[in-house]
């Protein structure tokens, strides 16, 4: 399955993401800049911050509370569909997601 992740200087990279792996967890063994996953997926840190597409922001699921709380600290700032990308496992269904990572 792939994943596209944006850039803010404008890059993309898309990566195969096994099926469920999370996004965090892809970028950050291939080194996504500005996707960091500090805590390891446990929703503490909230620096696996990605603003998931439009387009694909109702197939990847709506934030658990706790992740709600997070978003709200963000260092870049929450946007509508900002998204904690260790809380998003790839599946069939998001083969071909864009995400963009935020500038920090
Ligand atoms: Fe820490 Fe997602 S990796 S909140």
């Given at each position: 399955r792939k994943a596209t992740w944006k850039l803010a200087d404008g890059r993309a990279i898309t990566l195969d993401v096994p099926e469920g792996q999370s996004l965090m967890e892809a970028a950050t063994r291939h080194g996504v800049p500005g996707i960091i996953g500090e805590c390891g997926g446990s929703m503490s840190c909230a620096t696996c911050h990605v603003v998931v597409a439009p387009d694909w922001a109702e197939r990847a699921g709506t934030p658990s509370a706790f992740e709600e709380d997070m978003l709200d600290i963000t260092e870049a700032g929450r946007q509508p569909?900002?998204?904690?990308?260790?809380q998003i496992r790839m599946t069939a269904a998001l083969d071909g997601i864009v995400l963009s990572v935020p500038e920090a």
């Open positions: 569909t900002s998204r904690l990308s260790c």
